[in-house]
């Protein structure tokens, strides 16, 4: 069962624009995290918002949440071609217990 | 060095056999994770175990074995029942806050 949807699917921009990815989940949540995967390897935790915070800085990184609209954004500003790769949101849901649920990822492309 | 190490990269698996991934981690975590991702999607939850000597179901643990004998170990075995094992097989971990995880390089099993 998938809680998050990614939007869009796939993201090309060139270097030096934002890069805005979107993810809508389902039910109640504690947090919400964003993982970065290259092509074929694993995934590195970006940042985790929890439910009762609104905006997260980390670096270039930028997260908002809505719980009301059960959604969350992730902007990455000034991009780089090195920021290529899928993003993917997941969710631990309410009472879930650290069973992360995760969306099918949006992947960007950033064009030197 | 800390961190979690997934062997082997790549694994061939023949009809009707059944084939074991590895997964070991020195981050002195006490849960630990499996997951299943096809390509262009996010990752499914196979079986993860919160303590040694304990495990539990995922969303798709059909076809699939795990163990929990050690602390830094958590194999995953793809057993013959499971009739579609060609994937990337990620592992991970997390610590006492138990909000983020940490994950391995990935294995890719492949059907010959």
């Known amino acids: 069962s998938q809680q998050g949807e990614e939007d869009p699917q796939a993201l090309s921009i060139q270097e030096g624009e934002n890069a805005t990815m979107n993810c809508s989940y389902k039910?109640?949540?504690?947090?919400l995290q964003w993982y970065r995967q290259n092509s074929g390897r694993g995934l590195v935790h970006l940042i985790l918002?929890?439910?009762?915070?609104r905006e997260k800085h980390s670096g270039r990184l930028r997260v908002t949440l809505d719980t009301s609209k059960k959604s969350s954004s992730l902007l990455i500003t000034a991009s780089r071609a090195a920021d290529t790769a899928s993003y993917f949101c997941?969710?631990?849901?309410?009472?879930?217990?650290?069973?992360?649920?995760f969306g099918a990822g949006t992947r960007l492309a950033v064009h030197p | 060095d800390g961190g979690i190490t997934q062997s082997p990269k790549y694994l061939f698996r023949k009809e009707g056999q059944n084939v074991t991934l590895s997964c070991e981690q020195n981050?002195?975590?006490?849960?630990m994770y499996w997951y299943r991702q096809d390509p262009g999607q996010g990752l499914r939850l196979i079986y993860y175990?919160?303590?040694?000597?304990?495990?539990q179901k995922g969303d798709i643990a059909e076809g699939y074995s795990v163990s929990r004998e050690k602390k830094e170990s958590f194999p995953l075995t793809v057993t013959s029942a499971q009739k579609n094992p060609t994937a990337f097989y990620l592992c991970?971990?997390?610590?006492?806050?138990?909000?983020?995880?940490?994950f391995g390089p990935g294995t890719r099993l492949l059907v010959l």
């Open positions: 991970a971990s997390t610590g006492t806050a138990q909000e983020t995880q940490y």
């Open positions: 039910t109640s949540i504690n947090n």
């Open positions: 918002i929890r439910s009762n915070e």
């Open positions: 997941a969710t631990t849901p309410f009472g879930g217990y650290n069973k992360l649920i």
């Open positions: 981050l002195n975590h006490d849960a």
């Open positions: 175990s919160q303590i040694v000597n304990d495990f």
